[in-house]
């Protein structure tokens, strides 16, 4: 059985064993970040409260909190605004979070893991910038460093949101998904672009395509928004992201149903590109430019 990975929107975040915060910035206003099976947390601060590691979560829409890590604020369960919202140089204010405790939505119970995610809504304005070998997040103007190698641009569509209900409450959500094809073995596939995926993630029907050639397959437990599920995983031999290739990526077959994603944006979703893949770059999204800018290590 493989070991667990990371799996967000349309599934939740889950995490493993944090590993040590970045000591190398590369930019003077890169966050330290901790690394865990392809995925980034980065320390953010609620309302002037103690720092808390948030997952940067380009899967999720709105920044998720477990209310239990922030008990000095009493916030109140479901849709809440919160006064202002600091993570390094961004600091933003009256920012609109969903409360609900991570455990059980991801597996991220309190005090073994990230306080919350950090969505789409509160990055769409900027560039961000995810350094996994140095494990340091820039959310702003990026200069690459010197040993950077050649840059692989890839134009984005920022599709989704609109009318929505959270809790129990209409809410209008922006739209967020970060929208690219995706070339696997040769099949251009829409996918979304969701850094708090620890691996690619594809819909039924495709890995089952992919799987009839009677590759390898394993097992993998997944972290979901029901729990954990044991799913089959297997090998893609190439995946390529605007010329960007990597081979041998880890796959999963979603266990959840893809078609509410597909639903938000208007158009067949059939995967989501994780940390598996965009772990291989020095990998910028920027939202403003709608560009993916992957420069490989």
Do not use: W
Not at 76 to 100: F, Q
């Amino acid at each position: 059985m493989g070991a667990a990975v990371v799996v967000a929107a349309p599934l939740a975040a889950g995490c493993g064993a944090n590993e040590s915060p970045g000591s190398e910035a590369g930019n003077d206003h890169a966050v330290p970040a901790m690394v865990s099976n392809g995925v980034v947390s980065v320390p953010v601060s609620i309302a002037g409260a103690m720092t808390m590691p948030f997952l940067v979560d380009t899967g999720a829409v709105l920044t998720r909190l477990d209310p239990t890590r922030f008990g000095a604020l009493a916030i109140a369960p479901g849709l809440a605004h919160v006064s202002t919202l600091d993570v390094g140089n961004v600091h933003l204010s009256d920012v609109e979070v969903v409360a609900a405790g991570l455990c059980g939505a991801g597996m991220m119970c309190p005090g073994t893991g990230p306080a919350g995610l950090l969505g789409g809504a509160v990055m769409d304005g900027l560039a961000v910038t995810i350094d996994y070998r140095r494990r340091a997040v820039t959310f702003g103007d990026f200069t690459a460093p010197a040993d950077a190698r050649a840059p692989v641009m890839v134009s984005f569509a920022l599709e989704g949101g609109g009318s929505a209900t959270v809790d129990g409450v209409a809410v209008t959500l922006p739209a967020t998904r970060i929208s690219v094809a995706v070339d696997i073995e040769g099949m251009l596939v829409p996918m979304i672009v969701d850094t708090g995926s620890s691996t690619m993630v594809l819909g039924p029907a495709l890995y089952d395509a992919i799987v009839a050639d009677g590759r390898a397959q394993t097992t993998t437990n997944v972290n979901t928004v029901t729990g954990t599920a044991s799913v089959p995983s297997t090998k893609l031999r190439a995946v390529t992201l605007g010329g960007a290739v990597q081979s041998s990526l880890a796959a999963i077959r979603s266990p959840l149903d893809m078609s509410p994603l597909s639903l938000e944006v208007g158009h067949p979703v059939l995967g989501l590109v994780g940390g598996a893949y965009l772990g291989n770059y020095l990998t910028t999204i920027d939202y403003p430019a709608r560009l993916v800018t992957l420069r490989p290590y």
